[in-house]
């Protein structure tokens, strides 16, 4: 059973940045791929990027517009995503999960372990 843990989370001003990290255990990290989700107030959970096993494949939903960066640290069973120029509506609870088919998917299906979340909150 893979555990996922979130971290990073917190209030931030618009245009801040915060660097959000997900530590995974109990399972084989590196054979994974790697996504993070998330879901705003009132709002249904949405895509926001996905990195493959190897870190050599990333893909991002179109509205980062390159604000937002995914990476990964096999060695440390660790991945992190790198949010900038932040404004109000990236406020969400953040979600790290884990693909045991490796590749890196903006599809919910597939990702069979989830963490528990972290908040970001953005003020204006």
């Known amino acids: 059973q893979v555990q996922l843990v979130e971290s990073g989370g917190g209030l931030v001003q618009t245009g801040g940045s915060l660097r959000l990290s997900c530590a995974a255990s109990?399972?084989?990290?590196?054979?994974?791929?790697m996504g993070w989700f998330r879901q705003g107030p009132g709002k249904e959970r949405e895509f926001v990027a996905a990195?493959?096993?190897?870190?050599?494949?990333?893909t991002y939903a179109d509205s980062m517009n390159g604000r937002f960066i995914i990476s990964r640290d096999n060695t440390k069973n660790t991945v992190f995503l790198q949010m900038n120029s932040l404004k109000p509506e990236d406020t969400a609870v953040y979600y790290c999960?884990?693909?045991?088919?490796?590749?890196?998917?903006?599809?919910?299906?597939?990702?069979?372990?989830w963490g528990q979340g972290t908040q970001v909150t953005v003020s204006s």
């Open positions: 999960a884990a693909r045991p088919a490796g590749g890196a998917s903006r599809y919910l299906t597939g990702y069979d372990y």
């Open positions: 109990g399972g084989t990290f590196s054979s994974y791929g």
């Open positions: 990195i493959s096993w190897s870190g050599g494949s990333t």
